[in-house]
């Protein structure tokens, strides 16, 4: 049985956080679709497709294991795509209560809809207080993202100057 799961998010930047995920994810199953998805309740710094780019870039630099694809989706639900794709698991970082109360009813839509299961992985606390939107807010003040980002995001995150 080919296992196949699926880590959806903004990702806008991605963030060493959304690595640790991924890479420990990546370990659990045979495909791993890393999942760049458009959030109309949010307002996006950077377009999907640099966002997926920013998100091939850190993976291969990190060198995380497994067989991962990185792919965008903008129309239509997220189990829509693990259909498309064969995956019968979402797989969510949470780095609090907060988190967990906001996915559980998306997770238990997602059951309901399509059978498709979600996980919920807790990230390395090093970099459980750090999100995409706190980044952008300290990048747009001019501080130092380097210790919440992979290298290549914040190489390019300072030639645009958020």
Not at 4 to 12: E, K, L, N, R
Not at 90 to 95: A, D, N, P, S, W
Request: proline share 6%.
């Amino acid at each position: 049985m080919h296992r196949i799961a699926v880590v959806p998010g903004s990702f806008d930047p991605v963030t060493l956080g959304h690595l640790d995920v991924i890479g420990r994810a990546a370990g659990l199953f045979d495909e791993l679709h890393v999942l760049v998805v458009h959030n109309p309740g949010k307002s996006a710094l950077l377009p999907i497709t640099q966002r997926v780019s920013l998100l091939e870039e850190a993976i291969a630099e990190a060198e995380l294991p497994g067989n991962i694809v990185v792919a965008s989706w903008s129309v239509g639900l997220l189990v829509d795509y693990c259909q498309e794709v064969g995956a019968s698991v979402l797989v969510k970082g949470i780095r609090s209560q907060v988190d967990v109360a906001y996915e559980t009813p998306m997770a238990i839509v997602n059951r309901n809809l399509a059978s498709v299961e979600t996980i919920f992985l807790l990230p390395d606390p090093a970099h459980a207080h750090v999100s995409s939107s706190l980044v952008r807010q300290v990048a747009s003040l001019g501080g130092d993202i380097a210790p919440y980002v992979p290298s290549n995001v914040a190489r390019y995150l300072q030639q645009v100057r958020v």
